[in-house]
Every structure is written in C-alpha cells, then in structure tokens.
C-alpha cells in the first residue's frame, strides 16, 4: 500500500511548476469556453439573437475547445509529450483572437485576458524545466 502513495509523491515532485502553472491556466481556458458556451445558449434562449445558427454553432465550437482543453490537462500532468502539442496550437490560435478582441473590436476586457492566458502557457511551456520534463517521456 505504500508504494502507490510513494509513487505519487514522486510524480507530484517530478512535475515541474511550470507544467503545473500551465495545466492550470489551460483548464481555467476550458472552464472559461464552457461558461461562454452557456452564455451563448442562454442568450440564443432568452434573447433575440440575429442568427440563432450562428450563436448555437458558436457554442458548439466553444464547447469542443472547451472539451479538449479540459481533457488534456491530466496527460499534461502526466507529463504525456503529445498533449502539449495540441496546446500549443490552441494557444497560438488564441493570440490572433485575443489581439483582434482587444486592439481591433475595442473590447480590452476580453481580448487582453485571452492574450495574457495563451502567452503565459506558451512561456512556461518554454521554459527549461518544462522542456526537459517532456523530453524526459
């Protein structure tokens, strides 16, 4: 019986706080797309909105962001090489929305959250103890 609170121990020391920060924010960002994708319905529901397609196909794509993102925090945690990769690229994709939300569409409020989010997990993601950790599989 103890081996297997040993062995937690030791992957709980293994994971670097960078990964441990960035698993963090990562599911932060899917909470945050499922609270949004709610949103959207409840508005779609209750509201007038101008295309009810467009309003519930935008929940549904919230929905799915939100699902992977979700559900690659525990390989993340695991330290599992491939779950970073689709990460990554959701992260990168989240700049160019953050940016055009923020300094385009003049709505600060939300861009600048999406920003700061997907640049603090592709810079701990960079960081040498994270990478060494991935590399480590």
Do not use: H, K
């Not at 920060?21 to 209750?46: D, R």
């Not at 397609?53 to 979700?70: D, E, N, Q, R, T």
Request: hydrophobic fraction near 55%; glycine fraction near 10%.
């Amino acid at each position: 019986m103890g081996s297997v609170s040993e062995t937690t121990e030791q992957s709980r020391e293994s994971v670097p706080r960078e990964v441990l920060a960035a698993t963090a924010v990562t599911a932060a960002e899917g909470l945050a797309l499922v609270g949004i994708a709610v949103f959207l319905v409840v508005e779609t529901i209750a509201g007038d909105p101008r295309s009810v397609f467009g309003a519930l196909s935008g929940a549904g794509i919230a929905l799915v962001a939100a699902a992977c993102l979700i559900g690659l925090t525990w390989p993340l945690r695991r330290l599992r090489r491939w779950a970073r990769t689709p990460v990554v690229v959701l992260q990168v994709l989240w700049l160019p929305v953050g940016f055009s939300l923020a300094f385009q569409a003049g709505l600060p409020g939300y861009g600048v959250p999406i920003l700061l989010a997907a640049l603090a997990v592709l810079i701990l993601f960079g960081t040498p103890a994270a990478r060494a950790a991935f590399d480590n599989e």
